[in-house]
Nanobody, 119 residues
Framework: QVQLVESGGGLVQAGGSLKLSCAAS????????MGWYRQALGKQREFVAD???????NYADSVKGRFTISGDNGKNTIYLQMNSLKPEDTAVYYC?????????????WGQGTQVTVSS
């Protein structure tokens, strides 16, 4: 089992920046990618960005050009730099890890960190 611990959420004014971190620990074998999802109040969880162990990144259209995902393989940690934040970015942000051990795929979630953007 992979454990994920997020940090860096908080309250920021529109146009501001925040940086989220997610550290993985435990059985960190066979990781294929790590990423961020978010869930606003009353809405479904949605994809934000992810990064593969090879460094390939993917972004939701709504955050392209504003958010940057990066990773530190040595620290088993990923980051999400969020710039030009908008009120609609307000959500609980969840870290996710996807991988494979032998023939079994896995997907684990962190506990989430609240990001609130005031107008």
């Amino acid at each position: 089992q992979v454990q994920l611990v997020e940090s860096g959420g908080g309250l920021v004014q529109a146009g501001g920046s925040l940086k989220l971190s997610c550290a993985a620990s435990g059985s960190i074998f066979g990781i294929n990618s790590m990423g961020w999802y978010r869930q606003a109040l009353g809405k479904q969880r949605e994809f934000v960005a992810d990064i593969t162990t090879g460094g390939t990144t993917n972004y939701a259209d709504s955050v392209k050009g504003r958010f940057t995902i990066s990773g530190d393989n040595g620290k088993n940690t990923i980051y999400l730099q969020m710039n030009s934040l908008k009120p609609e970015d307000t959500a609980v942000y969840y870290c996710n890890v996807k991988g494979r051990r032998m023939i079994t795929s896995y997907s684990n979630w962190g506990q989430g960190t609240q990001v609130t953007v005031s107008s």
